[in-house]
Structures are given as C-alpha cells and as structure tokens.
Nanobody, 128 residues
C-alpha cells in the first residue's frame, strides 16, 4: 500500500473552479494507477476519473467530461484533478485512490474495489 494525502477541497459558487491534489510518499507514483471518487451524503461512492500508470491515459465519468481534467506530475509524486464549471451536483467528499498492480503500461481501474490505497477525502461544496 501507498500513503496518499488528498487536499484542495473547499467551497465555491456554481461555475467556479478547484484543483484537488493527491500526493504519494515513499513510492514511484508514476507506476501506480490512480482514481478519483466522490461520495455525496446518502449516496454510494462513485467513480469520477482515472489516470493510468506510466502512459497517463485519462478517463472520466460522462457527467464531468469537458469540465474536469486529471493529470500527474511525476517529479512531485502528485496527481491532480482540475475541476472547472462546477455545479451543485458536484458537491461531495472527494477521494483519491491508487494501486500498484498492473497488466500493462496503461493499466487503470474504474472499480473502487481494485484500489488498495485510499486518501482521507476532501470536501467540495458548490453552492450559491
């Protein structure tokens, strides 16, 4: 397992932006598939986005396509989730997750059960 530190949440008005960070320590984070999930009150944790290990291919749930961008800075051992044009329905606790198992240079996961390591969550509130 890898230790993950998520940060960057906050309160913004609709249409605003936030950038979440997920920092890893003690590992070469580029070797890990990383996913972002969110959980709103009373709802199940849902997948938002993933970035593959090594090649950095990106994937998004339909509801955030065109608004969210996931990226990684390997020198800083950090993965980011840039969130633009935020909507009230984006309000949730956001979690990053990582897993070092792999099948290829582009391994990525959508299923939360595939991830062995989780960050502590950061609250995002979008409200006027």
């Amino acid at each position: 397992e890898v230790q993950l530190q998520a940060s960057g949440g906050g309160s913004v008005q609709p249409g605003g932006s936030l950038r979440l960070s997920c920092a890893a320590s003690g590992v070469t984070f580029a070797d890990y598939a990383v996913g972002w999930f969110r959980q709103a009150p009373g709802k199940e944790r849902e997948w938002v986005s993933s970035i593959s290990r090594i090649t950095g291919r990106t994937y998004y749930v339909d509801s955030v396509k065109g608004r969210f961008t996931v990226s990684r800075d390997n020198a800083k051992n950090t993965v980011y989730l840039q969130m633009n044009s935020l909507k009230p329905e984006d309000t949730a606790v956001y979690f990053c997750a990582a897993d070092g198992s792999y099948h290829s240079y582009s391994t990525w996961y959508k299923d939360k059960y595939e991830y062995a390591s989780w960050g502590q969550g950061t609250q995002v509130t979008v409200s006027s």
